[in-house]
Structure formats: structure tokens, C-alpha cells
């Protein structure tokens, strides 16, 4: 106490810091998470973008190849022994332990499902699509002579039919209407309209084409021997130079041929009129390729 009898003054200080955090450790914990999460979808990424060849090397990589022929440890101050057995222990050269892979389910992000198809599927696939050109291309060419009012009556000239070898567009004789002048190979000026309308329509359609001439029974009189083989023959020629001078390409000819009358349409009467005919068959690829690989010079056995 004071000696005046005054009681002392005492003052409390109070020192006033910041608040804290409040609990901020969450935000470590979450920042961790987050950092787990983009390692394992980092993860995913890599195993979708790897091949099999890839998944298989790295599981190799980790799995043992050799096992130790010891009983104890190897190498060291005592030689290479310790007290008591070692822990592992073979008879055998090699491990056996061979892990094996589950089957693959990411391949360049493609399933096994998403594999090539099969040569039978493209087969298929292939025959449908020329199926859909043919068809395409018979109405074309039928509405080309619908939409030309004098040529509509040779529409009955004209069959479009399928083959094995591909679309055959035929051209044929009918009484009254003949293509050609009787023994001659130079074409009337409607069946050259015609072929103009023929060529129009394949000319864009990616096959190429066989063309061959035909004649009746009627034995052709010369004194020169000229007959139906060279009348059939000159007849297919000419039809493929209209062709040719219509637009069609003419590398994409494959084949010119007289048959004169071995093949005839209508074979109860060899002397009908529908025997007199041209044939253009735009050729299946199959068909194509076939011909064109037994048509090379090692296959006719010749050699340089």
C-alpha cells in the first residue's frame, strides 16, 4: 500500500492478435484430393493412349525373371550366408512366377469390338454398293430415253438386266428397228443417240467395260470370207469408238470381242432378230481384276 493511503492502480494490457485460420487444415486435406484425382485420371489418359504391346512390356518390366538359386542372402562380409534360412528359394533356373494380363480393354481408345472387319464383310459390303451404282445407273439411263420423245420407242431396244459378271446393257435388233444396216457395221443414227445416252450415264460410274457383238445364224455371203465373226467383231469396234467419242474414257475398256452368233439371246430361234445385238457390261471389280490377272505376260508364259 501507497503511503498516502491511495490503492495502486493496476492496468491489464491486452495484447490483440489475428483470428487464425479457423480450421484451415481442411484446405490441405482437399488440395491433397484434388492432387490424387488428377494423378489417377492422368493415369486413365495413359493406359486409354498405350497398345497392348506397350501394357504387356510394362508388366514385364516389373515381374521377376530370375530367382535366386541361394537359400540366404547374396554377397556381402559373410560370403553371401546368414543365420537361419533365406526367404525364398528355387530348383529351377527361372522364376515361375508369370503374371498374366487381363485382356486388353484400351487399344488407341478402340475396342475389340472395333476391330477391322473381316475380307467376307468387305466382300459383302462391296457387292451391296455395286448392287446400289447398278441400279442407279438403269434408271438413269431409262430416264435419259423417257425424257427424249423420238427415242422413247427404242426403249424397247434396250435390256438392263444383272449378271455375274456385272451390269449388261444390251442393245438389240427388232423388226423394223435395226441398229445396223443389214451386213454392214456402220451404225443407224438413232443407235448412235443412243449409245451417246448409254455413255452419258456410265461414263461417271468408277467400272470398266466389256463389249461384245453379236449376230444371228444367218450365214454371212462373201467372196472374200469376210462372215459373222468379223461382221460381230467390227460391229463392237465401232460401238466402243462412239463410246469413246461420247465421253466415256477409253482406258477404262477392258475388253472388244466378236461372238458372232455362239451366244444368242433368243436361243429357240437362231434367226430372231434380238440375236443382232450389242452388249456392254459394266464389270463387277472382281470380274476385272480376275481378267486383268490372266491377261499378264506371266501368266501367257511369256518372259523378258
Not at 560370403?79 to 515361375?96: D, H, Q, Y
Not at 451417246?196 to 453379236?214: E, F, Q, R, W, Y
Request: aromatic residues 6%; neutral net charge; proline residues 6%.
Amino acid at each position: 500500500m501507497a503511503e498516502d493511503g491511495k490503492k495502486p492502480v493496476i492496468k491489464k494490457v491486452i495484447k490483440k492478435g489475428g483470428h487464425g485460420h479457423h480450421g484451415g487444415a481442411w484446405k490441405i486435406a482437399y488440395a491433397d484430393f484434388m492432387t490424387a484425382m488428377f494423378a489417377f485420371f492422368l493415369l486413365m489418359w495413359l493406359l486409354n493412349s498405350m497398345t497392348e504391346q506397350q501394357l504387356s512390356g510394362i508388366a514385364d518390366y516389373f515381374a521377376p525373371t530370375t530367382a535366386s538359386l541361394s537359400k540366404s542372402g547374396a554377397g556381402g562380409m559373410l560370403g553371401g550366408k546368414v543365420i537361419g534360412e533365406g526367404v525364398l528359394s528355387s530348383n529351377s533356373s527361372s522364376s515361375a512366377f508369370n503374371p498374366g494380363l487381363p485382356p486388353p480393354t484400351f487399344n488407341n481408345g478402340e475396342s475389340q469390338q472395333d476391330q477391322a472387319p473381316s475380307e467376307d464383310e468387305m466382300q459383302k459390303a462391296q457387292a451391296e454398293k455395286e448392287q446400289q451404282q447398278f441400279e442407279q445407273t438403269a434408271d438413269e439411263i431409262r430416264k435419259a430415253i423417257e425424257g427424249v420423245p423420238d427415242l422413247k420407242e427404242l426403249g424397247k431396244n434396250l435390256l438392263i438386266d444383272n449378271t455375274p459378271e456385272g451390269l449388261r446393257i444390251q442393245i438389240v435388233d427388232r423388226d423394223g428397228a435395226a441398229m445396223f444396216p443389214s451386213g454392214s457395221s456402220r451404225m443407224n443414227p438413232n443407235m448412235r443417240r443412243l449409245l451417246g445416252l448409254v455413255a452419258t450415264a456410265v461414263k461417271d460410274v468408277p467400272k470398266k467395260v466389256a463389249i461384245s457383238g453379236h449376230t444371228d445364224s444367218t450365214k454371212y455371203a462373201d467372196p472374200n470370207g469376210y462372215g459373222n465373226w468379223e461382221l460381230s467383231s467390227d460391229r463392237a469396234l465401232a460401238s466402243r469408238r462412239v463410246l469413246v467419242e461420247e465421253g466415256f474414257p477409253a482406258q477404262r475398256v477392258q475388253r472388244v470381242v466378236g461372238r458372232s452368233d455362239t451366244d444368242p439371246l433368243d436361243d429357240k430361234n437362231l434367226g430372231s432378230p434380238q440375236n443382232r445385238r450389242i452388249s456392254i457390261v459394266l464389270l463387277r471389280d472382281s470380274i476385272a481384276q480376275a481378267e486383268k490377272e490372266r491377261a499378264t505376260p506371266q501368266s501367257l508364259g511369256i518372259t523378258k
